[in-house]
T-cell receptor, first 109, second 115 residues
Framework: DAKTTQPNSMESNEEEPVHLPCNHS???????IHWYRQLPSQGPEYVIH???SNVNNRMASLAIAEDRKSSTLILHRATLRDAAVYYC??????????FGTGTSLTVIP | ETGVTQSPTHLIKTRGQQVTLRCSSQ?????VSWYQQALGQGPQFIFQ???????GRGNFPPRFSGLQFPNYSSELNVNALELDDSALYLC??????????????FGQGTRLTVV
């Protein structure tokens, strides 16, 4: 199973940027880096994914280290609705996700 | 697109009973994966179905079984329920040819309580 390591929790002030780190030192060349978030009592929601290059979408940005052993999810302006558990996951052609315990993000008004 | 829907949303069963959970996949998605999420933990992969065949399995005993139908909807069956089976059960759909370079869509889950 591909492994990722994330901090258990982080806090951010509302309307400030948030950088959520993830280490994945055992990543293989075919592993994509996916980020999902989960609100209480809901299923995980897709945030962003990438392979080697940095990625941007309407929700966030994903910065991938040159050696791909770490990545950072960037929320440009945190809102109260961004408070959730964020999971960094390595996905390969096996079509299966192996979740860790994620980072619980608290947004302070 | 109608999204991934799961039924029922909540369920209470007695230890030793059997349960069937259902999942309708996102329109056009041919792969369904099932996950078990215990309270305070991340989801754990149970198994995946692609074109009505099991296509990978996590570390779960044989009493966890599944089906996928021609319309790509899926069922998760659990026999001889144990108290530790109490969890949120999630299904996720995707397209096999595009994954992992595409997102997976998760349902809202079924909350199973075994008493």
């Amino acid at each position: 199973d591909a492994k990722t390591t994330q901090p258990n929790s982080m806090e951010s002030n509302e309307e400030e940027p948030v950088h959520l780190p993830c280490n994945h030192s055992t990543i293989s060349g075919t592993d994509y880096i996916h980020w999902y978030r989960q609100l209480p009592s809901q299923g995980p929601e897709y945030v962003i994914h990438g392979l080697t290059s940095n990625v941007n979408n309407r929700m966030a940005s994903l910065a991938i280290a040159e050696d791909r052993k770490s990545s950072t999810l960037i929320l440009h302006r945190a809102t109260l609705r961004d408070a959730a558990v964020y999971y960094c996951i390595l996905a390969n052609t096996g079509n299966q996700f192996y979740f860790g315990t994620g980072t619980s993000l608290t947004v302070i008004p | 697109e109608t999204g991934v829907t799961q039924s029922p949303t909540h369920l209470i069963k007695t230890r030793g009973q059997q349960v069937t959970l259902r999942c309708s996949s996102q329109s056009g998605h041919n792969t369904v994966s099932w996950y078990q999420q215990a309270l305070g933990q991340g989801p754990q992969f149970i198994f995946q179905y692609y074109r009505e065949e099991e296509n990978g399995r996590g570390n779960f005993p044989p009493r966890f079984s599944g089906l996928q139908f021609p319309n790509y909807s899926s069922e998760l069956n659990v026999n001889a329920l144990e108290l530790d089976d109490s969890a949120l059960y999630l299904c996720a759909s995707s397209t096999e040819t595009a994954f992992p370079n595409t997102e997976a869509f998760f349902g809202q889950g079924t909350r199973l309580t075994v008493v």
